[in-house]
């Protein structure tokens, strides 16, 4: 039904013509009078034969009478009711495309060509007996043909599952590592804190070393002050005062990178080791001029080369031949060999750096240096270098730990001779006049630099100036220069 109100209307649309339009419509409607009184011809024919007519008779009368019509190509779809000129009306397409295409074609070849003409707008209850359209088998090739394609495209998805876990391989082993870097962030903090709670446990509570020579222990005033303080997940500090011939001491704990995932597996290929350093800040008035380093040889030679202080004023000290001595492996750094005696005293060698100590207690000593002019906040400083052991050995560094109140004591006591003295003190005023001029030359330079800059801006200046400006700054410094230049004349009152 809503077939037959569309083509309804279409008629009703044909039938209605426009302004200026008559002669087109009366062409049109004559035309449309011929094409059905030609139809109604062919429709008498076969309907004389209508009645027990063979089947295969009909197919060829029908496609004899269908073939002496105009072939025309299948138009698109319409929706919409639109005007004459661009659908065509109930009964078949326009008569101006009909009359195009019946000029275009010739009659001979119009029989050859197939039956294309479609029925889609056509009703089939006022046109009856025509050939219903039937679609021809199709060959084996076609059909075959997209059941295969259809085959493939079932096959695609599980190709691409398949290939789909290959693409998050990358992302497993991110996922991977992410989880195994966050485990070894946690164990590896906690293993850090562990090793610096045994330290502080070990030397730092009731009754240790710290605690007998130093009245003030940890990062507060309070007893329930913390010990350490935590700077990073591998850096600890521990500081102590209250006691003489020094302001305090501070000691920084750096441990290895564990919390670190790829630190730590860079030191299992590059092995590094758990160190512990100790600053004292020694009182102006307790240390006299001594500059002294201990270390491994090849150490010592570096900070001979590096340490500023160690540079300008001491050299490699050779072993004594009339005395006791620290082990071959150690090198010793001194101002004076007078110094180096002093230092390294009988005790020393025979707790930590002779022959025999050395090897069962001096595992963990890397290095110290004393210097009152070191090149910092705190010009007098004694500092300690060593190596921390495991938690469950680290009472092996007792005798190392021993050695920093013993050099306090030691250095705060300690006096040269009036000769090495002498020669300390002419070191020493030596480097101050160099300081001094080294200052005076910086000084003269940053003098010349504001000159310059100054000169600079003032160029700049006369350059912006125009002309008129600039002929009266010259006349203005001409009068200034005559004015300079004429005689001074005293004007007296005569009486």
């Known amino acids: 039904m809503a077939k037959r109100s569309s083509s309804l209307l279409s008629l009703s649309s044909l039938l209605v013509p426009r302004s200026g339009d008559s002669l087109f419509y009366l062409i049109a409607v004559l035309s449309l009078l011929s094409l059905l009184i030609h139809r109604l011809s062919l429709s008498s024919v076969s309907a004389a034969h209508f009645e027990g007519f063979d089947a295969d008779d009909d197919d060829d009368v029908i496609e004899s009478s269908i ?39 010739p009659s001979d070849s119009a029989a050859s060509k197939p039956l294309q003409t479609s029925f889609e707008y056509w009703d089939e209850d006022e046109f009856e007996g025509l050939p219903e359209k039937t679609q ?15 085959e493939k495209e079932e096959m695609k998805p599980k190709e691409s599952v398949k290939r789909g876990l290959s693409y998050y391989t990358i992302e497993i082993i991110c996922v991977a590592f992410l989880i195994m870097f966050l485990i070894n962030y946690f164990t590896g903090k906690k293993e850090n804190e562990n090793i610096a709670l045994a330290w502080a446990t070990t030397f730092a509570t ?33 500081y102590a005062s209250g006691r003489r011939f020094c302001q305090g001491l ?42 002294f380093a201990l270390a491994k040889k090849k150490a010592a030679k570096s900070m001979q080369k590096e340490e500023r202080d160690l540079q ?9 031949s009339n005395r006791k001595w620290v082990v071959e492996e150690l090198g010793v750094v001194s101002e004076s060999k007078e110094v180096a005696g002093d230092l390294i005293t009988e005790a020393v060698l025979e707790q930590v750096f002779g022959e025999k100590a050395f090897e069962k207690f001096g595992k ?21 270098k060593f190596a921390i052991p495991d938690i469950s050995h680290m009472t092996d560094m007792t005798r190392l730990v021993a ?93």
């Open 67 to 105: 073939s002496d019509l105009p072939i025309r190509s299948h138009p698109p779809p319409s929706t919409t009711l639109t005007s004459l000129s661009d659908h065509e009306s109930h009964h078949g397409p326009p008569i101006s495309a009909v009359d195009s295409e019946i000029q275009s074609q």
């Open 136 to 150: 021809m088998p199709l060959d084996v090739n076609e059909i075959t043909e997209p059941a295969t394609e259809v």
């Open 206 to 238: 009731k009754n240790s070393i710290f605690e007998k020579n130093f009245s003030l222990l940890g990062v507060g005033e309070g007893d329930d002050s913390p010990l350490l303080l935590k700077e990073g997940q591998n850096v600890f500090k521990f």
């Open 250 to 291: 501070l000691a920084t704990i750096e441990l290895k990178s564990r919390h670190d995932l790829i630190s730590r597996l860079y030191n299992m290929v590059v092995p590094c080791k758990d160190e512990i350093s100790f600053e004292v800040y020694m009182n102006d008035d307790a240390m006299d001029n001594v500059i």
């Open 312 to 320: 300008r004023f001491a050299t490699l000290v050779s072993q004594p």
């Open 364 to 384: 963990g000593f890397i290095s110290m240096h004393f210097s009152d002019q070191y090149p910092g906040s705190h010009k007098k400083i004694l500092m300690f």
């Open 403 to 495: 050695l920093v109140p013993y050099y306090i004591d030691l250095i705060g006591r300690y006096k040269l001779s009036s000769q090495a003295r002498s020669k300390t003190e002419v070191a020493r005023n030596k480097l101050a006049q160099e300081v001094y001029r080294e200052l005076q030359y910086a000084r003269q330079e940053e003098l010349q630099r504001k000159k310059a800059d100054r000169r600079k801006i003032m160029e700049e200046a006369e350059a912006k100036l125009n002309a008129e400006a600039l002929r009266k700054k010259e006349a203005k410094e001409r009068a200034r220069q005559l004015k300079k230049s004429m005689p001074k004349v005293k004007m007296t009152r005569a009486h």
